[in-house]
Nanobody, 121 residues
């Protein structure tokens, strides 16, 4: 069974930084796209950033120039470096991966449990 474990959330003042990590474990053969989503109270979940297996990245307009997504394939881990944080970045952040297990040729999607980021003075 494959699972994702997220870490790195917390409370930070406006202008501060946080680094989120999401590690996959289990019967993984390969991981394709990795991404981070967020959901603020009363709002729909939205894509924050994504990174392909070929390390092509994409970002929501609201975080471009402030957030950086990266991956470590040897550790099956995706990171989100968040700088110049704003109160509107406050949300639960979820990682997401499309992976292929050792038991199947199909790619499946899995979500992390979420980590809370609060930006407040």
């Amino acid at each position: 069974q494959v699972q994702l474990v997220e870490s790195g959330g917390g409370v930070v003042q406006p202008g501060g930084s946080l680094r989120l990590s999401c590690a996959a474990s289990g019967s993984i053969f390969s991981i394709a796209t990795m991404g981070w989503y967020r959901q603020a109270p009363g709002k729909e979940r939205e894509l924050v950033a994504g990174i392909t297996a070929g390390t092509i990245t994409n970002y929501a307009d609201s975080v471009k120039g402030r957030f950086t997504i990266s991956r470590d394939n040897a550790k099956n881990t995706v990171y989100l470096q968040m700088n110049s944080l704003k109160p509107e970045d406050t949300a639960a952040y979820y990682c997401n991966m499309w992976y292929r297990s050792t038991r199947s040729s199909d790619y499946l999607r899995i979500w992390g449990q979420g980590t809370l980021v609060t930006v407040s003075s």
